[in-house]
């Protein structure tokens, strides 16, 4: 079956820090690559996503980076502020003539000492 | 606008029993999905509709789950005969539609499940 890894599964960082969370996928027809940001008792939401023939993408203190060799992508969360403790997944979709299918990743809770 | 509405917010049921779960996608998206987040865990994928039509219901877990869209708004996901493992929270998302796999899809908040 195929799967979306994430690491790390839970995450402390101190405000101001930097927070990193990786994913690897497996399949290589994925072409497109989200991050959800997810705060208890609400549904995910769309944070920062990528397309594989980008190396990197940056929105505001939201970075992610891609390295299709390797087959993993990262978000890097700058300047990590209190507001930022939520649980983030990594995603992997695609869309072809066999249809729509996306994986998510287990998650990560990430908590930002104040 | 509105954004994606789910009811009932919370569903405590006896295994055995049947369940309807429904979803409201936001007006104007074409594209609906079902998701299935057990406690702790990541999201698993069940299926999707573009319009009214599901073109692939493998991700479904069991014969027991069936989903359904009419008049490409509202959704329901049936599951019947419900077992203790069904608990969960079951998330529905809207986008404009499915021909491609970036387009921005919006979540609801989710019906918690659970089965006694």
């Known amino acids: 079956q195929q799967q979306v890894k994430q690491s790390p599964q839970s995450l402390i960082v101190q405000k101001g820090g930097i927070s990193i969370i990786n994913c690897a996928y497996e399949?290589?027809?994925?072409?497109?690559f989200p991050w959800y940001q997810q705060f208890p008792g609400k549904g995910p939401a769309l944070l920062i996503a990528?397309?594989?023939?980008?190396s990197e993408k940056k929105e505001g203190r939201f970075t992610i980076s891609f390295n299709k060799s390797a087959k993993q992508f990262s978000l890097h969360i700058m300047d990590s502020q209190p507001g930022d403790s939520a649980t983030y997944f990594c995603a992997a979709s695609i869309y072809s003539t066999g249809g729509f299918k996306t994986i998510f990743g287990a998650g990560t809770r990430l908590f930002v000492k104040a | 606008g509105a954004g994606v509405s789910q009811s009932p917010s919370n569903k405590v049921t006896e295994k055995g029993k049947d369940v309807e779960l429904r979803c409201d996608p936001i007006?104007?998206?074409?594209?609906l999905y079902w998701y299935r987040q057990s406690l702790g865990q990541g999201l698993e994928f069940l299926i999707y509709f573009q319009g009214n039509s599901a073109p692939d219901k493998s991700g479904l877990p069991s014969d027991r789950f069936s989903a359904e869209r009419t008049g490409g708004s509202v959704s329901t996901l049936t599951i019947q005969r419900t077992q203790q493992e069904d608990s969960a929270v079951y998330l529905c998302a809207s986008s404009l539609e499915v021909w491609t796999s970036a387009d921005t899809q919006y979540f609801g908040p989710g019906t918690r499940l659970t089965v006694l």
């Open positions: 007006s104007g998206h074409t594209a």
């Open positions: 990528i397309r594989p023939d980008v």
């Open positions: 399949n290589t027809a994925f072409d497109y």
